[in-house]
Antibody, heavy 120, light 112 residues
Framework: QVQLVESGGGLVKPGGSLRLSCTAS????????MTWIRQAPGKGLEWLSY????????YYADSVKGRFTISRDNAKNSLYLQMNSLRDEDTAIYYC?????????????WGQGTMVTVSS | DVVMTQTPLSLSVTPGQPASISCKSS???????????LYWYLQKPGQSPQLLIY???SRFSGVPDRFSGSGSVTDFTLKISRVEAEDVGVYYC?????????FGPGTKVDIK
């Protein structure tokens, strides 16, 4: 079964750090760009970052640039998001997403999400 | 950043009736490769978003043919020919031509 499973969310104080992981099963992530998208409570979707297959091409939204780092380990079939200098406004559900070039890079597989709460 | 707007922001539909959601982008989403990088996603209550339409008008695998996407350049529409109870949720348009990629605010669809 093709799926993505995120982990690593939790409660963290402002200024703290957290590392999210996303493990893929049923397919090899080496064949795909991968993306992180988040959703603040009761709000819409916000694209955060993507990484190409090799890991050499990376883009970030301005809201997380310089604080968050996306990475991947194709051998472990996993995607990561290192989040530093966390702020209250980073509180959200974080989704790991597969982008399929065969579908014009559409995000076709989404994880169930992991909740990150930033609060003192 | 490209701003995506959606109208209406909420929609109440009688089952079996059609529904339409408009999405506008502040910049053209037509690439020189001829594709329009506009997508539609549905987030059902309590679930992760799911892909409905990619590249303006292509239905994702398993998406019923009552869903259709159309439009051009900066104006786009998602149509549901006959709404069913399972179609409730929030519909988002998204562009992925210009970085950072951006979503519309979402249109909440419920059943009358």
């Amino acid at each position: 079964q093709v799926q993505l499973v995120e982990s690593g969310g939790g409660l963290v104080k402002p200024g703290g750090s957290l590392r999210l992981s996303c493990t893929a099963s049923g397919f090899s992530i080496i064949d795909y760009y991968m993306t992180w998208i988040r959703q603040a409570p009761g709000k819409g979707l916000e694209w955060l970052s993507y990484i190409n297959s090799s890991g050499r091409t990376i883009y970030y939204a301005d809201s997380v640039k310089g604080r968050f780092t996306i990475s991947r380990d194709n051998a472990k079939n996993s995607l990561y998001l290192q989040m530093n200098s966390l702020r209250d406004e980073d509180t959200a559900i974080y989704y790991c997403v597969r982008d399929d070039y065969m579908l014009s890079d559409a995000s076709d597989i989404w994880g169930q999400g992991t909740m990150v709460t930033v609060s003192s | 950043d490209v701003v995506m707007t959606q109208t209406p922001l909420s929609l109440s539909v009688t089952p079996g009736q059609p529904a339409s959601i408009s999405c506008k982008s502040s910049q053209s989403l037509l690439h020189s490769d001829g594709k329009t990088y506009l997508y539609w996603y549905l987030q059902k209550p309590g679930q992760s978003p799911q892909l409905l339409i990619y590249a303006l008008s292509s239905r994702f695998s398993g998406v019923p043919d009552r869903f259709s996407g159309s439009g051009s350049v900066t104006d786009f529409t998602l149509k549901i020919s006959r709404v069913e109870a399972e179609d409730v949720g929030v519909y988002y348009c998204m562009q992925r031509l210009h970085l950072p990629f951006t979503f519309g605010p979402g249109t909440k669809v419920d059943i009358k």
